[in-house]
């Protein structure tokens, strides 16, 4: 992170032994990073932004610059410093012998490298083997319960419509790129990108020692096998939407619609024998895949399982298939340099054996008084929003008391989880780093199946502490703050109220409002997907949402990319609630009521500034244009513009005009929350 360093809830730096040195007060809105030759009204983005996006260019080894990757990289460090320690300790114990001896075999790359692809010969000796369709599904089985899941996704999660009970789930999968419309859509980038991929593959079949012509045959069925699935698949729009994906079946009826797949046989295979009920996230996937896989000759699927093998272990690997890798998300990304090893293999450790780690990072940067504080700024935007609820125009009564009900039962999930996975069963060898990951990948897959039969545990986190981001989750009801987000310039306890109600009031009021936005809407109080709204007042928040959404769709990015405002509505109508709430909740604070200045800024100027701050970045192009196919968030100029827009207080605070670019008439602001 640029600028000073935090002061906030992570450990502070020494103190100078000179106690005559005075460091200058703290700029926490700094005009350096602002460019005031644009006007407010004209893009408050670059008005709030632009200098330091100017003075920040995006590393090489980066595909963006921004706020986040501040962050990100201040908690890469912070585990690299963690890392290193736990891998020279010999005597505390296992947590430090597991997290230590990873860090050491992944970047042990001499030991990598002088093994090859030795790692992976015993699973392409399997599949060798592989002599009839039968033989087929048991492997395909194999490699789930060995963490290595192909074709499609399966997981035990609770039952949307039945919250307190755990169910095998199927999801739609099988394709590398990452979207189905990289594989479908004609237009010269992603022909381009069609072309590079398959170039990509016939180099990485190469690495396995495969003959060129050979290479060349499997990279074509290898495309051809995952275009059929990209065709099969759901829209990434249409996921969104939580009915169209919950489809419960019993086996009987699953294996009615694949008879080449018998369900309740691969159920077994799995471990998860008995089960009489599945949630399937799209059923007319899964019997295209069945007839997919009917009309492939075996040595097809063994060429797809195979590339499933290398695709899994390549980053583990030697530096070959590593290079060969990064060759390819140059293309996909533009990012220029691979990412350091230390910070690919501290990032592979946080996502596996995230608690051994996350428990390090608590103790080390986690000061305890920072939950009760972020609990304080929690309750108090709980109670702009209740506000916000009974004022509403467009809804009747009855709805606003089940939305209130629904309110107070949030769930909040502060720094880190209460209790600490302990990874029982997970071998950690300080020689071995492919299978360390095959050991860790392993243990997640026995722990998501041994959910069955158990009670929810909602409890459970989906990030790990040293994650820079927030989260709501509609089926557990509950909002999520990892430590490491909880800083600057989210927050820090040194800043005005305006810069912490701008920045983490804000993304706390987005969690909330995603409760409430057109996708979380649909779970009532305890997380269960049922309708809960009158008639009218759901066909007035459509009216009002929808109303958003052609907002974001007439934002144009790079020459002919426009915000697809359908997939990233969920997001926007988050912002732009999260925003107002934290507003009128900074507005009941001491500098909420004043009108005193603080570097020649009011206190609502210097709250809006600080919403912009959080999101200033730099994108390369090519990133760009794959956020705008795959990515749920508009990007972050439009996040920051397109929600202040709507907002009567922000055009007050800068005297936007009619004739300013962002400037909307009152009466064509939109209002939802």
């Not at 590079?196 to 990279?219: R, V």
């Amino acid at each position: 992170m640029t600028g000073n360093a935090s002061t906030t809830w992570f450990a502070s730096y020494p103190p100078a032994k000179d106690k005559r040195v005075v460091a200058p007060p703290r700029k926490f809105i700094d005009p350096q990073n602002m460019d005031l030759s644009v006007k407010p009204g004209t893009n408050f983005y670059q008005y709030a932004n632009g200098n330091w996006i100017r003075s920040n260019p995006i590393p090489a080894s980066k595909t963006s610059w921004g706020s986040f990757n501040e962050l990100r990289e201040k908690s890469l460090d912070a585990m690299k410093t963690l890392l290193e320690e736990a891998s020279k300790t010999t005597t505390r114990g296992r947590l430090y012998q597991m997290v230590g001896d990873y860090y050491v075999s992944g970047m042990d790359s001499l030991t990598l490298e002088k093994r090859g692809f030795d790692p992976i010969k015993p699973d392409l000796a399997r599949i060798d083997k592989v002599n009839n369709k039968a033989a087929f599904f048991d492997e395909l089985a194999y490699q789930r319960t060995q963490g290595n899941g192909m074709l499609f996704g399966f997981g035990v999660t609770p039952d949307r419509k039945n919250v307190n009970k755990y169910l095998p789930q199927f999801a739609q999968g099988g394709t590398t790129l990452p979207d189905r419309d990289y594989y479908l859509k004609s237009d010269a980038r992603s022909q381009s990108i069609r072309t590079a991929y398959s170039d990509h593959l016939l180099k990485m079949f190469a690495l396995i020692g495969e003959e060129p012509t050979q290479a060349s045959q499997d990279a074509d069925v290898i495309m051809r096998i995952e275009t059929a699935l990209a065709r099969a698949q759901m829209p990434r729009v249409d996921m969104r939407d939580p009915y169209k994906t919950y489809n419960k079946l019993s086996i009987a009826a699953f294996n009615r619609l694949t008879p080449e797949l018998n369900w309740a046989d691969q159920l077994t295979k799995y471990g998860a024998k008995g089960q009489d009920t599945v949630l399937v996230q799209s059923p007319a996937f899964f019997h295209s895949l069945d007839s997919l896989i009917t009309a492939t000759p075996l040595e097809d699927l063994q060429t797809y399982l195979r590339w499933n093998i290398i695709k899994g272990a390549a980053p583990y690997l030697s530096d070959a298939f590593v290079a060969q890798n990064f060759a390819f998300t140059k293309v996909l990304t533009g990012q220029k340099e691979q990412t350091p090893r230390w910070q690919r293999v501290s990032s592979l450790i946080d996502g596996t054996l995230s608690d051994l780690l996350g428990q390090l990072y608590v103790q080390t940067y986690f000061k305890p008084e920072a939950k009760q504080r972020m609990l304080t700024l929690v309750d108090n935007l709980e109670s702009s929003f209740k506000e916000h609820i009974k004022n509403l125009d467009w809804m009747s009564e009855e709805t606003k008391k089940k939305a209130l009900t629904k309110l107070v039962a949030f769930k909040r999930k502060i720094g880190y989880p209460d209790k600490w996975k302990t990874y029982e069963g997970v071998v950690i060898a300080r020689n071995d780093f492919y299978g360390n990951v095959k050991s860790a990948s392993k243990w997640q897959y026995n722990h998501i199946l041994s959910r069955l039969g158990r009670p929810v545990d909602r409890t459970e986190w989906g990030m790990t502490p040293p994650t820079v981001n927030a989260s709501y989750s509609p089926i557990n009801n509950d909002i999520s703050f990892p430590a490491a987000i909880l800083q600057f310039p989210f927050f820090d306890f040194d800043a005005d109220d305006a810069v912490n109600y701008g920045g983490i009031g804000a993304v706390i009021g987005h969690e909330m409002t995603h409760g409430f936005d057109d996708s979380g809407r649909q779970y009532d109080a305890d997380g269960t997907l049922r309708d809960w709204w009158t008639k009218d007042d759901a066909s007035n928040f459509k009216e009002r949402a929808n109303k958003v959404r052609d907002q974001f769709f007439g934002f144009k990015v790079l020459d002919s990319i426009k915000v697809n405002g359908q997939l990233t509505l969920g997001e926007n109508l988050a912002d732009l609630g999260g925003l107002a709430i934290a507003y009128d909740a900074f507005k009941k604070t001491a500098q909420g009521k004043s009108k005193t200045k603080i570097d020649g800024f009011t206190p609502d100027q210097r709250f809006f500034l600080s919403w912009a701050q959080i999101w200033r970045s730099n994108q390369l192009p090519e990133s760009t244009a794959q956020r705008i196919l795959t990515d749920p968030h508009a990007p972050d100029m439009y996040r920051v513009n397109g929600p202040l827009s709507n907002i009567d207080a922000w055009y007050q605070a800068f005297s936007i005009q009619p004739g300013d670019p962002l400037y909307k008439p009152k009466e064509q602001r939109i209002k939802v929350w």
